[in-house]
């Protein structure tokens, strides 16, 4: 099956569910179908060879929605554009890929002409409104229109008429990682549909769900969100002002969604700085958390803010489509802290730096092996050597397994921080730090240090209402961290720098922090 | 009258300094939405937060962050009057 056709099944059995919910605005399957087709066969028209890159920059809307499901029926590939990047690495981003072609937003018409400058690859430009690019030769063509009347009429389509050549090129997503440089991550047809019906059979979604979308489409986890319910005949509820919660508790609300889905930072506003403990939401059945480690601290909050609420904790990276494991919400209580088992149909293995497994309780590094693990990097051949080995993906994290094969993180083999001839996890000093009273987030990271080495740093900030001070987070540590784990500078800000998809961004904190 | 329009110059030179280059500060008007604008960003909202608890002494209740208080220099200086009394 090709990501298209989790679109084409569904129109076919559930033509008049409603696919997306923005701004009030209810579309069902079928329109949104016939919108995609639509703007798929005007990308047919330009004869680009197969596989061809087009760029997606366009905030989470049902425009983002047609134009990705368009792209891939037109046989081409779908790649998602961080609308928070800064004009040199979206350029950089089109450059790298070659992308001809471009559907953008037409709320970025102000940056534009900043994209499509100089030596841009890109020739053509689609967008929803007729909006200028800065360039006399490069005319936009407002070709997205989701009016009714202009839709071409649904009975006249043909259904799953897409190549059926699932080991294609579907969609590259871009990351920074640990080094800054973007790079593309290449996922295949099959990696991404294989992802999407295991993750819908774990979640036990069905087309009575629908989830509130706070992710961006252009973040693998957003992209889930995106491929499960619509391949489940699920609705999407669009609303992008996470950064006022209430609205999205409102929304929440009005609109009886079934899930959540947030990353740890978006868990910790809600519990510290919203009315969401005290909402009932009698119609959301389940959270998803991912997008990186959540504090178990902050993992009980939530279980006693919605004791009758199903938890998934999951774990996963872009380079696997995302999902690679999830905790059985049953197990949540005696399991804490794990994150969980295998997703159905991809194999989760503790190995050494051989890809040996490892005996139960030993560290090791998480290696994954399943139709989810990636193609490659475009355009990066020797990191790809580096994670993909055999087929297996070599994710960087470290953990152990329990006994029941329950896995436990570690840390990121590149968080580790070597202070004075020790090794100590950052996640390990993040996670007692938040035990402490009335902490809403820390960072910790090394920092140089003439005498040690790397010295341990914490950036924390206070829940409102609070003022834990140096001397309480120290005296704090030290009764529960061995001497060398506890913090050496402790600084208090109002806020962590963040990147758009609500994640840490530690890069951008320790850059402030010289 | 003269209390409100400090109220609009504090803030928008904390809007300024905090988010924009001196050329943005130019085009934002004082109905324009941070959020549709793309000025804020969910940290922002917290540092903006604490910058009226501090500057005018009040605390801001949980459910009090939302667009129609805190998402546009006019909301602002609406919100901040009103809580000033």
């Given at each position: 099956m090709t990501v298209f056709q989790l679109l084409s099944k569904s129109v076919?059995?559930?033509?008049?569910?409603?696919?997306?919910?923005?701004?009030?605005?209810?579309?069902?399957?079928?329109?949104?179908?016939?919108?995609?087709?639509?703007?798929?066969?005007?990308?047919?028209?330009?004869?680009?060879?197969?596989?061809?890159?087009?760029?997606?920059?366009?905030?989470n809307s049902l425009e983002y929605v047609i134009s990705f499901f368009a792209i891939l029926r037109a046989?081409?590939?779908?790649?998602?554009?961080?609308?928070?990047?800064?004009?040199?690495?979206?350029?950089?981003v089109l450059s790298d890929c070659d992308a001809r072609v471009l559907l953008v937003d037409s709320r970025f018409r102000r940056i534009l002409p900043g994209i499509v400058a100089g030596n841009s690859p890109v020739e053509r430009i689609f967008s929803d409104k007729k909006i200028g690019s800065g360039r006399d030769d490069l005319e936009v063509e407002a070709v997205i229109n989701t009016e009714e009347e202009s839709l071409p009429d649904m009975d006249s389509l043909p259904l799953g008429d897409t190549e059926d050549d699932e080991e294609k090129l579907a969609a590259i997503f871009y990351t920074s990682g640990s080094t800054g440089t973007p790079k593309g991550v290449m996922l295949s047809h099959r990696n991404l549909v294989s992802n999407t019906l295991?993750?819908?059979?774990?979640?036990?979604?069905?087309r009575d769900d629908s989830v509130i979308v706070i992710l961006p489409f252009y973040y693998i986890y957003g992209n889930s969100l995106l491929l499960t319910h619509v391949g489940c005949g699920g609705r999407l509820v669009i609303d992008n002002r996470f950064l006022y919660p209430e609205a999205i508790l409102d929304t929440m609300e009005s609109e009886n969604v079934t899930g959540f889905s947030g990353v740890p930072s978006n868990f910790m506003i809600l519990l510290g700085k919203s009315t969401f403990a005290k909402r009932e939401l009698p119609a959301l059945r389940y959270f998803t958390q991912a997008g990186g480690a959540m504090a178990p601290e902050i993992v009980r909050q939530l279980m006693d803010a919605f004791p009758e609420k199903e938890i998934y904790i999951m774990y996963g990276q872009t380079e696997a489509a995302p999902r690679v494991t999830w905790l059985p919400p049953e197990m949540l209580k005696e399991k804490l802290g794990s994150i969980g088992i295998a997703v159905p149909g991809v194999t989760v293995l503790v190995a050494d730096d051989k890809g040996n497994e490892l005996p139960t309780g030993k560290v090791g590094e998480i290696v994954v092996d399943g139709p989810n693990v990636m193609m490659g990097y475009w355009n990066h051949a020797d990191e790809e050597r580096e994670v993909l080995r055999n087929g297996r993906l070599f994710t960087g994290d470290l953990a152990k397994k329990d006994e029941d094969g329950y896995i436990y993180v570690v840390g990121r083999r590149k968080e580790i921080i070597k202070t004075g001839g020790n090794r100590v996890s950052v996640k390990e000093v993040e996670e007692c730090i938040l035990e402490s009273n009335g902490i809403l987030e820390v960072a910790v990271f090394g920092v140089d240090d003439p005498v040690l080495g790397e010295a341990i740093k914490a950036v924390i900030v206070n829940k409102?209402?609070?003022?834990?001070?140096?001397?309480?987070?120290?005296?704090?540590?030290?009764?529960?961290l061995a001497a060398h784990k506890v913090p050496k500078i402790i600084e208090f800000a109002q806020s962590l720098p963040k990147t758009k998809s609500g994640k840490l961004d530690k890069k951008k904190l320790k850059d402030q922090c010289r | 009258m003269a209390q409100k329009e400090k109220i609009r110059k504090d803030i928008r030179d904390f809007i300024t300094k905090s988010f924009l280059t001196g050329d943005e500060n130019e085009n934002l008007s004082?109905?324009?939405?941070?959020?549709?604008?793309?000025?804020?960003?969910?940290?922002?909202?917290?540092?903006?937060?604490?910058?009226?608890?501090?500057q005018y002494g009040f605390a801001v209740k949980d459910d009090e962050m939302t667009p129609g208080n805190l998402d546009s220099i006019d909301n602002l200086v609406i919100f901040i009057s009103g809580k000033l009394g």
């Open positions: 076919e059995m559930f033509p008049d569910r409603t696919a997306v919910t923005h701004d009030g605005r209810h579309t069902d399957f079928s329109q949104l179908y016939s919108a995609a087709c639509h703007l798929s066969d005007r990308l047919g028209r330009l004869s680009l060879p197969e596989g061809s890159p087009v760029g997606l920059l366009y905030e046989g081409l590939v779908a790649v998602p554009l961080d609308t928070s990047l800064d004009l040199d690495s979206l350029r950089f295991a993750t819908i059979e774990y979640l036990k979604l069905t409102k209402g609070c003022s834990a001070d140096t001397v309480e987070i120290t005296d704090f540590c030290r009764s529960r | 004082d109905s324009d939405s941070f959020m549709k604008e793309g000025i804020i960003d969910s940290t922002g909202v917290l540092e903006l937060v604490s910058f009226l608890e501090k």
